[in-house]
């Protein structure tokens, strides 16, 4: 079992940046590709970004390209979601997961992803 927690969640401003981290348990963290999914009241959890287990690779989506970029540090077991430019859109619970996939894939579906932390909040005001 992979255990995966998240923190840096807060509060914002418009305009602003903010980043967030999940740590995760557990010795092959690199064998895991990893991915941030967002949550707002009334709204299905949606896809944010990826990152392979090397970190190569990364997939965002498209409402946060150029503005969001995901990042790991396997010696650290944590991966890393700095978020620039936020918009009151852009509140959310944010969630980290893991994905025990084919070497080097990344995916936006949900269903792809084993395990998942409880989620961070983030908000930003206007």
């Known amino acids: 079992q992979v255990q995966l927690v998240e923190s840096g969640g807060g509060l914002v401003q418009a305009g602003g940046s903010l980043s967030v981290s999940c740590a995760a348990s557990g010795r092959t963290f690199s064998d895991y590709a990893m991915g941030w999914f967002r949550q707002a009241p009334g709204k299905e959890r949606a896809f944010v970004a990826a990152i392979t287990g090397s970190g190569v690779r990364t997939l965002y989506a498209e409402s946060v390209k150029g503005r969001f970029t995901i990042s790991r540090d396997n010696a650290k077991n944590t991966v890393y979601l700095q978020m620039n430019s936020l918009t009151a859109e852009d509140t959310a619970v944010y969630f980290c997961?893991?994905?025990?996939?084919?070497?080097?894939?990344?995916?936006?579906?949900?269903?792809?992803?084993?395990?998942w932390g409880r989620g961070t909040q983030v908000t930003v005001s206007s």
């Open positions: 997961a893991a994905d025990r996939a084919t070497p080097g894939a990344v995916t936006a579906m949900i269903t792809a992803y084993d395990y």
